[in-house]
């Protein structure tokens, strides 16, 4: 547009420059017309985008199988890695403790064998012995203690049942 022809009709609001000129387009182009691009096509063009489409649905659907697929491996590589990590502070600590514990046995002997008028070998001795006997009576308490909670969750079980059958029967009950 010249800058004459900007001005020249004032009047008129799409003229004047201030608005844009509209175009008129048709109500309704026929169908496969250049003018209507998202027009449906007939025969084999329809088959042939129908076949494209089906294609990229295809090829969506396999990269997105793909990216499921790859964070899988990323979980699965993760905790593997939490595993590894782990495992590796389990040891580092049951170390740490066999060596504390190794350590404090290595002194009480050797301060028993000191006591013992530099018999070391009594002292060693006394001191596996004294550990021994600390293990057998743990362990025969802790056994105790577990049959004990058995027996009376048993005893308590039994009990129970007891008691709902005599109240089904309308019998008092024997306990």
């Excluded at 026929?30 to 649905?57: I, K, T, V």
Aim: no cysteine; net charge positive.
């Amino acid at each position: 547009m010249s800058e004459d022809n900007r001005f020249a009709g004032d009047a008129n609001p799409q003229g004047s420059g201030f608005a844009p000129e509209r175009v008129s387009e048709p109500p309704h182009a026929a169908p496969g017309s250049a003018e209507d691009g998202a027009a449906e096509a007939s025969g084999p063009a329809a088959f042939q985008r129908l076949f494209d489409q089906a294609q990229e649905l295809r090829d969506s659907i396999v990269l997105l199988l793909a990216a499921k697929i790859d964070r899988l491996k990323l979980s699965a590589r993760r905790a593997l890695l939490a595993a590894v990590v782990g495992i590796l502070g389990l040891l580092v600590a049951a170390t740490y403790l066999i060596t504390a514990t190794v350590l404090a046995i290595i002194g009480i002997s050797e301060g028993l064998g000191d006591l013992f008028r530099d018999r070391l070998w009594l002292g060693h001795l006394a001191t596996g012995l004294g550990l021994l006997a600390i293990l057998a009576l743990t362990l025969y308490l802790g056994m105790r203690r577990v049959t004990r909670a058995s027996h009376e969750r048993t005893v308590q079980k039994y009990a129970t049942r007891r008691d709902q059958q005599a109240a089904r029967s309308g019998r008092p009950s024997d306990g």
